[in-house]
């Protein structure tokens, strides 16, 4: 028996779009979501009783505006409480530097260094640009592929050649270093170089020196080629987003049901059937389209013995290590920065003062410990958004690069000392903020894994390194969206192009599936 | 077992104290490391103890993994192309393998011991593949190649030299049965299993009691004419019947560097060893295309004309080349110049007709033979002793 066409695991972003876009193609669909809201990692909790925040991403940079135009989405209650925020690179003498668009102001910086910021700014956007348009579909296959493939892979090279020989020259040259080496080559400003590292290594387990970071930094840029000069701030949290959608979704027809967990996906012989519930109740559709990272959808849902083997070890080599934990603050008062306006605690605050506090930060994760001086961006969201707290009050989330995902001996004996740590760190930027402490938490790689069902509390489903990227994301052989699996989808941010609130992974799988037809 | 001989860098099997005094012509191979006798005084003699009286062969190096625990049959039948469970306790099973894109990794014989519990003997090194294929399952792999030692013993007097030893009533035990006797304390393990395709059977012992049971085996198989063999003499002896040998019939995809250069196993003949009744197995989906798409190459056994054994061969058709010769040898028994070639398709269905090119060398001058041959349906030498139980006496 079929109850549907299709089923997607998961009522994350990517799921939603995917789901809605099976819709509007005439498909049955339900999105099954184990949590009880929706959106996935584009979620709005109270953390504290008359405190909420985005809990997991805080702000929206790379939505794909068509996605947001197809579905419709600020009819369904996305809207922004502040656009286009400019980022500010704390000083750890008061004296901060300001990044927006492609001017960069204060502490001291040079008209050298002015200069070439833009100089610079100019030529990533160009290059984002080509992974724009790669990133818009499917990525092509190498062995076997079929003209569709190769006219992608035509129009990547002629995109490269299009730029010009010396950019060309200078993209090939680029695109496999590190951040730390083309920071120290194009600006002076250790503030400056530490705010464009901090953008390369969010979300990731690597460091300014760590090879692939320029690619990292240009993933991220993407959203800037969209139109987002910075970052943005959805009005009532990123969780509006997961509403939006799910409200675009069920417009279009599409079932969603949350605290539906799902514990297996079910096999007819070498077929998906559908999907049995943690509760037991069976749903059951030929087409199972997993939003769940791969690792989990593979080794948990399906099990790696209902997979071949040359396949079981691509997954089991996935490699999704995570850097980043979040704190969330709740305040009875505006906190001071110092050399700060009212206004400009708004904004996206970043402290990183230079590189190589950033690569101290890292450092430590590798051997498991914490560092004792991490790298932070700050969102105090209740200033541009009143619905988040009572007037008066505010809420300060902060992403910390670096936490491990695992230190020794165990979170239960860091996770205090850390967020201490995380506290007295932002203290010293914002004297007295500890005092207008009210409650706070610190969610752990570990914890994001749990609440949010991400293998290592991976962002991306998986690290965004050459080697997992484009027709090798998640592996090779499953890089169409299609696993090996008859019937058996993935449109998460374990797929190409890869994480962040984009939706681009979602609006890609759901293309694949309506292109390959019903199966068989 | 691997003590590294003094004056070479090879591994010397459980037996090396008997054969080395027996090994006349001096003429030793590397098997995986282990040094094994290619000849020990003649090779058609040796040959001919294995089809009118009792050969014998060290298989010692041969690689034996056990797999046990809860999911071991499970574990194998998603590895192995062929039904495992229709392999009852006590029986022998040959297997292939595959890699996801359904090239064959390697062949081997799996021995069932028990519930859950395997041997799994294999021409290659298994033991990443072996881990490999054990994520998601509860399965114990252990490599068991130093800790089992293993004589075939092979021929029409084969039965008659073991229960001449003792092992009382194997001449009931049916081919690809197994049956354990007691020897000197230790387990005896003796299964109807062979490379030679005539009536024989493998002896698996501890190593401690190998040279015990080499002296045991010769002194009953005097009156039976038993006699050493080394892998020449098995080679020709297998060829006669037709079974393919890896690394010879085709090279394992896990060491193929050039594309297109594994073989699946239905261009090795092998289509009765897939089971696409499974829903899963390695190369599954690959092998399933590949059956409704058609192969690249056929397997064929070609009857030659002459006696020049056909070597490396080209396979003509007109002046088009289109196939290569594998293995081949002038099979004394079958009276036949028999080949195993790789034609590409569609050629070589049974009946076409070929020319092989052979080129030999006499006394420094090298001499190109055509010789017609037939491609011909199923082995030539394929005796009804080979599958009599009671096992016929000599």
């Given at each position: 028996m079929t109850d549907y066409d299709a089923l997607v695991i998961g009522g994350g972003h990517n799921g939603l779009v995917c789901a809605t876009y099976l819709a509007k193609a005439g498909k049955k669909v339900v999105v099954l979501e184990a949590r009880d809201t929706l959106g996935g990692c584009a979620s709005t909790r109270e953390f504290t009783p008359g405190f909420k925040v985005s809990d997991c991403a805080q702000w929206l940079h790379q939505l794909a505006p068509q996605i947001i135009k197809d579905l419709k989405l600020e009819q369904y209650g996305l809207a922004y409480s502040a656009r286009n925020l400019p980022t500010i690179a704390l000083g750890q003498d008061g004296s901060h530097l300001t990044l927006a668009g492609n001017v960069v102001n204060g502490a001291g910086i040079s008209s050298s260094d002015q200069a070439a910021y833009k100089t610079f700014h100019h030529k990533m956007l160009k290059y984002a640009n080509l992974l724009r348009k790669a990133y818009q579909r499917r990525p092509p296959k190498l062995v076997d592929s079929n003209w569709a493939d190769r006219l992608t892979l035509v129009k990547l090279g002629l995109g490269m050649k299009f730029m010009g020989r010396d950019d060309m020259s200078d993209f090939m040259r680029i695109i496999l270093i590190n951040i730390y080496d083309l920071m120290k080559e194009s600006f002076d400003n250790p503030l400056l170089q530490g705010a464009v590292s901090v953008d390369a290594v969010l979300g990731t387990a690597m460091g300014p020196r760590s090879p692939n970071t320029v690619f990292t930094y240009l993933h991220r840029l993407v959203g800037a080629t969209y139109g987002y000069q910075g970052v943005s701030q959805v009005t009532g949290g990123m969780?509006?987003?997961?509403?939006?959608?799910?409200?675009?979704?069920?417009?279009?027809?599409?079932?969603?049901?949350?605290?539906?967990?799902?514990?297996n996906i079910n096999l007819d012989g070498s077929c998906v059937e559908g999907v049995t519930l943690e509760n037991g109740e069976r749903v059951n559709a030929?087409?199972?389209?997993?939003?769940?990272?791969?690792?989990?959808?593979?080794?948990?849902?399906?099990?790696?013995?209902?997979?071949e083997t040359g396949m079981a070890r691509r997954v089991s080599q996935i490699r999704n290590n995570s850097g980043t934990a979040k704190l969330h603050l709740a305040l009875n008062d505006l906190p001071q920065f110092t050399g700060l306006t009212d206004e400009q605690l708004g904004h996206r605050l970043i402290i990183a003062p230079d590189m190589n506090y950033i690569e101290r930060a890292f450092n430590p994760i590798k051997y498991r410990e914490c560092c004792s001086a991490p790298v932070l961006d700050i969102s105090i969201s209740s200033v541009n958004d009143s619905t988040l707290t009572s007037p008066g009050k505010h809420v300060l989330s902060a992403l910390v690069q670096y936490a491990p995902y695992s230190p020794v001996g165990g979170w239960h004996q860091h996770k205090q000392a850390f967020t201490n740590v995380v506290i007295?760190?932002?203290?010293?930027?914002?004297?007295?903020?500890?005092?207008?402490?009210?409650?706070?938490?610190?969610?752990?790689?570990?914890?994001?894994?749990?609440?949010?069902?991400?293998?290592?509390?991976?962002?991306?489903?998986?690290?965004?390194?050459m080697d997992q990227v484009l027709m090798m994301r998640p592996f090779p052989g499953c890089s169409q969206y299609a696993s090996a699996v008859d019937g058996l989808f993935l449109c998460g941010a374990g797929t190409h192009p890869g994480g962040n609130v984009m939706g681009l992974a979602g609006s890609n799988a759901a293309a694949e599936v309506i292109k390959r037809g019903n199966p068989t | 077992m691997s003590d590294v001989s003094s004056d070479t860098m090879m591994l010397e099997t459980p037996f090396h104290s008997r054969i080395e005094p027996l090994c006349g012509l001096n003429d030793w191979g590397n098997w995986m490391g282990y040094t094994t006798p290619n000849a020990y005084f003649d090779v058609e003699l040796e040959y001919f103890a294995i089809r009118s009286t009792t050969g014998v062969f060290d298989l010692s190096p041969m690689n034996k993994y056990r797999i046990t625990g809860p999911d071991a049959e499970a574990y194998l039948n998603r590895m192995m192309t062929?039904?495992?469970?229709?392999?009852?306790?006590?029986?022998?099973?040959?297997?292939?393998?595959?890699?996801?894109?359904?090239?064959?990794?390697?062949?081997?014989?799996?021995?069932?011991?028990?519930?859950?519990?395997?041997?799994?003997c294999a021409y290659r090194r298994a033991t990443d593949w072996l881990h490999w294929c054990a994520l998601g399952f509860d399965v114990s792999i252990v490599d068991e190649t130093d800790a089992i030692a293993g004589l075939a013993v092979q021929g029409p007097t084969s039965c008659s030299t073991l229960i001449a030893m003792g092992l009382t009533g194997l001449e009931n035990l049916k081919p690809f049965g197994m049956q354990n006797y007691d020897f000197e304390g230790e387990t005896l393990m003796v299964s109807?299993?062979?490379?030679?395709?005539?009536?024989?059977?493998?002896?698996?012992?501890?190593?401690?009691?190998?040279?015990?049971?080499?002296?045991?085996?010769?002194?009953?198989?005097?009156?039976?004419?038993?006699?050493?063999?080394?892998?020449?003499?098995?080679?020709?002896?297998?060829?006669?019947?037709?079974?393919?040998?890896?690394?010879?019939?085709?090279?394992?995809?896990?060491?193929?560097?050039?594309?297109?250069?594994?073989?699946?196993?239905?261009?090795?003949?092998?289509?009765?060893?897939?089971?696409?009744?499974?829903?899963?197995?390695?190369?599954?989906?690959?092998?399933?295309?590949e059956h409704q798409q058609g192969s690249r190459y056929r397997f064929a056994l070609l009857d030659v004309d002459g006696n020049k054994p056909a070597d490396h061969s080209f396979i003509l058709k007109g002046d088009k080349q289109v196939g290569t010769v594998t293995s081949a040898a002038w099979c004394p028994t079958a009276k036949s110049n028999l080949a195993f070639a790789q034609i590409e398709m569609p050629h070589g269905a049974v009946g076409d007709q070929y020319i092989a090119e052979i080129y030999y060398q006499r006394e420094l001058h090298w001499t190109r033979v055509l010789a017609p041959c037939t491609v011909i349906d199923g082995p030539i030498f394929n005796p009804?002793?080979?599958?009599?139980?009671?096992?016929?006496?000599?």
């Open positions: 969780g509006m987003i997961g509403q939006a959608l799910a409200g675009s979704a069920q417009n279009e027809g599409v079932d969603i049901r949350a605290t539906a967990k799902v514990a030929p087409l199972v389209i997993s939003n769940v990272d791969p690792v989990t959808t593979f080794t948990s849902l399906l099990g790696l013995q209902n997979i007295d760190l932002i203290s010293q930027y914002a004297p007295g903020l500890r005092t207008q402490i009210v409650a706070s938490e610190l969610c752990t790689p570990a914890d994001l894994e749990q609440d949010y069902g991400m293998t290592g509390g991976q962002w991306h489903h998986g690290e965004l390194t | 062929r039904d495992i469970s229709r392999i009852g306790t006590n029986r022998v099973g040959y297997a292939i393998w595959c890699d996801d894109a359904g090239q064959l990794l390697d062949d081997g014989t799996i021995f069932h011991l028990g519930k859950n519990d395997y041997r799994l109807r299993t062979g490379f030679t395709g005539d009536l024989g059977y493998e002896a698996w012992i501890t190593p401690s009691k190998a040279e015990h049971l080499w002296d045991r085996l010769f002194e009953a198989g005097k009156q039976f004419l038993i006699k050493p063999i080394g892998s020449y003499a098995l080679d020709i002896a297998r060829i006669e019947t037709g079974f393919i040998q890896a690394g010879v019939d085709f090279v394992s995809s896990e060491e193929v560097i050039r594309h297109g250069r594994s073989r699946s196993p239905f261009e090795l003949g092998l289509h009765w060893l897939v089971d696409f009744k499974k829903p899963l197995f390695n190369g599954r989906k690959a092998l399933l295309a009804s002793r080979r599958r009599k139980t009671p096992a016929v006496a000599f």
